[in-house]
């Protein structure tokens, strides 16, 4: 059953003003509505009174490229090399003059390119689980944050061009319930953007802007960087740091610097973790009976299926499982192709050896979220041991786990059912409830930093 979005009522569209007007115009607006409803025809209007969410965006060329397959470095908003030959590469293949540059016509024929992917692909995504991309400053970022809660939204929007300094707006919105209509709760958006070189200059200006008090978040859609001055500026003001590893360009190299930002002491939380959840769930109750539990040790083949194109996901619950066992990595080694194979070899406490594959499946039709699992296998080489286990979310990836066993059947099988809420404004609007360090996953992330430690090596 499809949900049909809330009515929003806007109490102040979109205004441009200067940077030293922001509380002052804000405030305007609560005047000129009446916090009691004065005008009559609307109820009262609760302003933002939960928490403050500082929401900085992937530069749009960047993102664009990366998106289309031309780009694979950092979403930083730095055109250096890598982007200037992503361009230049952009403009030979659709005869545009070669300049290596984000004229408006590249740019045009960019956003042409991703609409007919956006079509192609049956959703409102990209074809790498990117959400879609725009400069808007509707509400549309944080629908779900605003239905149920009264905050604050900060944008930053770091944009490629001549350095102009930094545009500031303002609006309100508010999403009218029709199960309850007795008082709107209301979010204020703050919009600033400019070139990243701009928004860094105005950096010290943001944490006035946080509301006082309460809790403060930083949603980071870009390319984590724990050397970018902005970036350590927020985070150190705020409360949690929030990422989504499903967007991460270079997802091992992406992954290894969220452990350094956890090494740093930044309070970080990740949104494709969230997605990992039901996995756990399933993973921990499979070896909940006493008898299962005393064959945990027994594990020493791991298989993991996920949709080619992200292994955040199945490294992150590799991770997971690896803290939990107390397993440590010794060996690493990928290989490349039709399907991408990673092979890693740990050692148990009983020093005896642990295989583990992880498999980017290509499929035909992707889904929302890149990088998602689809089945995974825990069993052993001992053909007495009571420990094997197949978790899947397709009837395709279960017979695969069957045909591909090995010495040992499995013992028990366990379908994950087909979440709705794996959008990550969804499962930011969960996110914003808790904050503070997340000792799981930063022990699943030790672990991840450790694996890609050695194939950095090898």
């Known amino acids: ?212 008090g309460l809790p403060k978040f930083l949603w980071w859609k870009a390319t984590p960087d724990p050397n970018n001055s902005l970036f350590k500026r927020l985070a150190a003001v705020c409360n949690n740091v929030i990422v989504d590893s499903c967007d991460f360009n270079e997802s091992e190299s992406d992954l290894r610097s969220l452990q350094e930002l956890v090494e740093n002491g930044v309070p970080l939380a990740d949104l494709n973790w969230r997605r990992l959840a039901a996995w756990q769930e399933l993973t921990a109750e499979a070896y909940d009976p006493p008898h299962r539990r005393a064959a945990l040790g027994e594990i020493d083949r791991v298989t993991i299926d996920y949709e080619k194109g992200n292994s955040a996901q199945a490294l992150l619950f590799l991770g997971w499982l690896a803290s939990r066992l107390q397993w440590q990595p010794v060996s690493y080694k990928k290989e490349s192709g039709d399907y991408d194979i990673t092979r890693i070899q740990f050692v148990n406490q009983d020093q005896k050896q642990v295989e583990a594959e992880l498999a980017g499946v290509p499929v035909a039709k992707a889904g929302d979220i890149v990088g998602d699992l689809t089945a995974l296998r825990l069993s052993s080489t001992n053909p007495k041991a009571n420990c094997g286990t197949v978790i899947c979310s397709e009837t395709g990836g279960c017979m695969r786990m069957e045909t591909h066993g090995g010495a040992q059947a499995a013992g028990l099988f366990q379908q994950v059912s087909s979440l709705s809420e794996q959008k990550a404004e969804a499962l930011l609007s969960q996110q914003v409830l808790r904050w503070g360090r997340e000792s799981l996953f930063e022990a699943s992330l030790a672990v991840v930093a450790q694996v890609l430690r050695l194939g950095a090596k090898s």
């Open 1 to 212: 059953m499809i949900s049909q979005a809330p009515t929003i009522y806007s109490l102040q569209a979109p205004k441009d003003i200067s940077l030293n007007e922001i509380e002052a115009e804000l405030n305007k607006i609560w005047q000129s509505y009446g916090l009691t409803g004065e005008d009559g025809a609307l109820p009262p209007a609760t302003r933002a009174t939960t928490f403050t969410l500082v929401v900085y965006e992937p530069e749009e060329t960047q993102y664009l490229l990366a998106t289309l397959g031309f780009y694979h470095g950092p979403i930083d908003g730095i055109l250096g090399p890598q982007t200037d030959a992503a361009l230049r590469q952009v403009q030979i293949k659709y005869a545009l003059p070669e300049t290596g540059t984000a004229t408006p016509e590249t740019i045009a024929k960019l956003r042409e390119e991703y609409s007919k992917r956006q079509g192609a692909n049956g959703t409102g995504n990209s074809p790498n689980g990117n959400t879609s991309y725009s400069y808007s400053t509707s509400p549309r970022i944080a629908d779900e944050i605003a239905l149920r809660n009264p905050c604050r939204i900060i944008a930053l929007f770091p944009i490629v061009g001549e350095d102009e300094g930094v545009k500031a707006q303002v609006s309100a919105y508010c999403p009218i319930q029709k199960q309850s209509s007795s008082t709107l709760i209301c979010c204020e958006y703050i919009t600033l953007s400019g070139t990243p070189a701009a928004l860094e200059r105005i950096g010290g200006m943001i944490p006035a802007l946080l509301i006082g």
